[in-house]
Each structure stands twice: as structure tokens, then as C-alpha cells.
């Protein structure tokens, strides 16, 4: 099975300029229609600890994975979402191994 998994673990106090960033970001992406683009994004917030967020997205590769993270578009959008932070965010790399789908 291929698939590459990137997690962000961050904490805001700013929760929706970050998801007004994201959003920006993501339009413009799709306007530009070039390069590879994740499969899906999700952003959850932490109910234990206000304050703490994850946000994880989905490539069809890490190659793909790698190439976005490389992209001048997506090095302007992390750093301006780090600027949102309140301290830096901690990335995590995974290959996806299974894919479980419950109805």
C-alpha cells in the first residue's frame, strides 16, 4: 500500500486565523492546479488539552510529500502558520501501512 502521512502537532491561541490561513492556502492551490497537492487534509483540535492541534495530511507518496514541502507557496504558508504558533510545531513522517474503512 502506498500513501505518506504528515502530521503537525502545534499549539494556537489563534485557532481561526490559522484555519483562515489553511483555507487561503488550500484555494490557492487548487486555483493553480499544478504540482502534487495532498489527498485530504484534516485539522482536529485536542479535547484534553485546549490549545493543542494536529493537523494531518494525506499524499499519494512521500516523493509527492517532499516535492510540496519544497514548493515556495507551501515554505511561505508554514512559516506564516508558525508566526500564528505559540511555540514550534512537531512534524511527523509516516508511511501509511493500512487503510481501514468502517461504514
Known amino acids: ?3 505518506f502521512v504528515q502530521i503537525i502537532e502545534y499549539r494556537t491561541s489563534k ?3 490559522i484555519k483562515a490561513l ?3 492556502y488550500g484555494a490557492k492551490r487548487e486555483a493553480a492546479d499544478d504540482g502534487p497537492t495532498p489527498v ?3 485539522t482536529c483540535a485536542d479535547r484534553d488539552e485546549p490549545g493543542r492541534y494536529f493537523a494531518i495530511v494525506e ?5 509527492d510529500a ?4 519544497e514548493r515556495a507557496d507551501t515554505t511561505e504558508f508554514s512559516a506564516r502558520m ?3 504558533c505559540d511555540g514550534p510545531g ?3 513522517n509516516l508511511d501509511l501501512v493500512e487503510e481501514m474503512k468502517y461504514h
Open 1 to 3: 500500500m502506498a500513501g
Open 15 to 17: 485557532p481561526e486565523e
Open 22 to 24: 489553511m483555507d487561503d
Open 40 to 42: 485530504r487534509g484534516i
Open 59 to 63: 499524499f499519494d507518496s512521500y516523493e
Open 66 to 69: 517532499m516535492a510540496n514541502s
Open 82 to 84: 508558525m508566526e500564528l
Open 90 to 92: 512537531t512534524f511527523y
